[in-house]
């Protein structure tokens, strides 16, 4: 009886809340939502098994409030963002949750110590994360007909809005689907941001179990998934903690250009040090020797510099490291997301360029050539080796309309691709086509101008600084045309960035609608500098892409230091290459095309 009792009680528990939450809801199942595909439900359950994956409720508690700001006031009904502000519940104990309030006042009021006090007339959307097994039988159904991915080992996000009637009644309703894209956003941007969150040690009492963590702000790039897309659209994420934090660049952090803080490395020398493992030809950042891969350190905190040998590792802490340790280790932390598990080919170019191309039969053959130093002594001949199934056909799309209407084809990322030109995921077409594709990505998603201008059938002047290996990728940039599919044109001009600003070459020029330089090392090179002046007097927009983060450190001062501010932040490119390369002195990740950042935008 006593065992009978137990089971019982454990089951009402979990039903109705051990401790924080306003109890059960409606049942709503996500099915019945009017306007909602089985395709996003299968993304919004994805995106909330990632974010549960990051266990936030390890640090996070009612009290920590976040302000959320998705995309522009104008992109939501009444100009308004739906839900601002958010915490997350059951840190202590009870049922794991996140909620979404209207304002931040309405998340104070509604915050007692452990538990959501009932508040009348005031709304709250609920994430929460149940057993299957105690699920309604409408939501238990939906699960198994949608194959949607699990939260942990056995739980599934219920999510409804619970609102307190005047008497202090709860009442449950369905999100809306504007609302639950709303939520899609917050979950997986703040999946990328929370663990960002640095403990202020000095404002956090000894006696407390509540942690302080010091102001925070990020936004990164959130992709809608291809069934809630308009077009091929992203939408622009902003974490803050607290609520109403404001962006104010430092003027001398080489970090990131929002005050982000990164996990503080330890206050004494790391001297435990950890082989790194990475094969190949490697050197130590203190004093540029090379060391094999097999017999080299890296910082057992970070794990992203290497060493030659521990007397290296201690006088570079103490000089450089030090003050870097924690920035790395948040850059290496993101190298599982940045990674494209989806190729059949090697994508860690771990030793020189030319053995992984004699590994595919490619080297020194075709376009190929311009992917190591061997270039100058071998003939041009298109894609090469290849199997004809392997490469892009120099040829349109067939029947690619929209509503009827030849229109410019809207890619999410290389999955789409290569599935819409019937390519196999072991070719390795993707390295060569990052470039063209990373131009069409920007014309068509990031500059507003410019796809305004091709959805017109108008054309866009593209000023291309900086081109080296393009130059024998004409093929490859004949599919920015196909994509185009048709409406509008895009007229490439490539030019070093010192012709640009020539005074007898640009007078020859056509005047530029957009400027893009990929990979284009800013702090690296000289030339750019009378670029960016003219750039910024004649207000152009203009991205620029190169490989890392730590690329991106030196270059945004670069930027600031020409009079030009970033619109547009340092995110992720979908269509980066996705073969990782290796520095000789780092682990940290490295792609080509990794990260596009944008001015005058």
Known sequence: MDVHLNNLFARFQQQFGSGPGLGPGSGTCLLKIDGIAPA?????????????????????????????????????????????????????????????????????KMTGSRETIRVPNVEVLRVSYELESLMFPSNRKMIKSLSLEVSGTDRFPVIDVAHCTSMGELQFRSPTLEELRFVFAFIKAV???????????????????????????????????????????????????????????????????????YTEPPKEE???????????????????????????????????????????????????????????????????????????FPCSAKEHPCKWLEFLGLHQKGMWRRKCNCYSHCPFDSWSNLDDEEYPRDSPFPNHLRDGISSPILLSGWSEYYNLRSLPFSSPVAVILSHPLTVYYILTTLSKSSKNLLLKGKE??????????????????????????GLGNIQVVMVGPDKFVGDNEAAYLPSPDIVIALNCG?????????????IKSKNIPAFFTDQSKISWSNAKQVVRGAGLHITHPLTPIPFRSPV???????????????????VNT
Request: proline content about 6%; charged content about 20%; overall charge neutral.
């Open 460 to 485: 866009v002047v593209l000023h291309y600084l900086g081109p080296e290996g393009e130059l024998d990728w004409m093929a490859a940039f004949a599919e920015i045309g196909h994509l185009l599919n």
């Open 270 to 344: 790391v001297v435990d040090l950890k082989t790194n493992w990475a094969a190949g030809l490697r050197q130590c950042a203190m004093c540029e020797k090379e060391v094999n891969g097999d017999q080299s350190f890296c910082c057992n905190w970070c794990r992203a510099i290497v060493y030659c040998d521990p007397v290296c590792q201690k006088q570079h802490w103490k000089e450089t490291h030090k003050g870097l340790c924690g920035l790395y280790k948040a850059m290496m932390e993101r190298k599982e997301e940045l990674a494209m598990k989806i190729f059949m």
């Open 580 to 598: 990782r390369n290796q520095e000789p002195s780092s682990n940290l990740p490295s792609y080509s095309n990794g990260f596009v950042l944008g």
């Open 191 to 261: 999946a990328l941001v929370h663990p960002l969150l640095q403990q202020d040690k000095e404002a956090t009492p000894k006696w407390s179990r509540l942690m302080v963590f010091e102001p925070f702000i990020e936004t990164v790039d959130v992709q809608w998934p291809p069934e809630m897309a308009k077009g091929w659209d992203q939408v622009a994420v902003t974490i803050s903690h607290p609520p109403g934090q404001a962006y104010e660049e430092k003027a001398n952090s080489t970090a990131s250009s929002t005050p982000t803080k």
């Open 522 to 534: 800013l702090e690296s090179y000289p030339s750019w500098s009378g670029a960016l002046d003219l």
């Open 40 to 108: 996003f439900i299968k993304s919004l359950f994805k995106a909330s098994a990632a974010l549960y994956r990051t266990d936030p409720w390890k640090r996070l508690r009612p009290r920590h409030l976040f302000g959320v700001r998705v995309g522009k006031n104008s992109d939501w009904t009444g100009k308004k963002q739906p839900f601002p502000c958010a915490q997350f519940i059951g840190g202590e104990g009870g049922d794991l949750s996140f909620h979404m309030f209207r304002s931040q006042l309405d998340a104070l």
